[in-house]
């Protein structure tokens, strides 16, 4: 069965920091390019960065070029996305997704506000 399980949103202040994580299990890990999107309300779905499967490509939305890194570390199945100098229009739920075979996790909240 596969899931894939994301962590580490919550509440920050503009300018801070969090690191979300999705950890994947019933597939091939390793054998897939794996993307973060996010749905801010009211807005449709959006990719947000993408990664191949070595971790060797990586491409991101131009609203979060500079400030986001995804990255993956195919021995623990876990992809994650680094976001610094987060800003309000950057709130939505973040979801993890293999693309290729249309797999996506329940979403983790990210808020900013002060």
């Known amino acids: 069965q596969v899931q894939l399980v994301e962590s580490g949103g919550g509440l920050v202040q503009p300018g801070g920091s969090l690191r979300l994580s999705c950890a994947a299990s019933g597939f091939t890990f390793r054998n897939y390019a794996m993307t973060w999107y996010r749905q801010a309300p009211g807005k449709e779905r959006e990719l947000v960065a993408g990664i191949s499967m070595r971790g060797g490509s990586t491409n991101y939305a131009e609203s979060v070029k500079g400030r986001f890194t995804i990255s993956r570390d195919n021995a623990k199945n876990t992809v994650y996305l680094q976001m610094n100098s987060l800003k309000p229009e950057d709130t939505a739920v973040y979801y993890c997704?293999?693309?290729?075979?249309?797999?996506w996790g329940q979403g983790t909240q990210v808020t900013i506000s002060s």
């Open positions: 997704s293999v693309a290729a075979l249309n797999y």
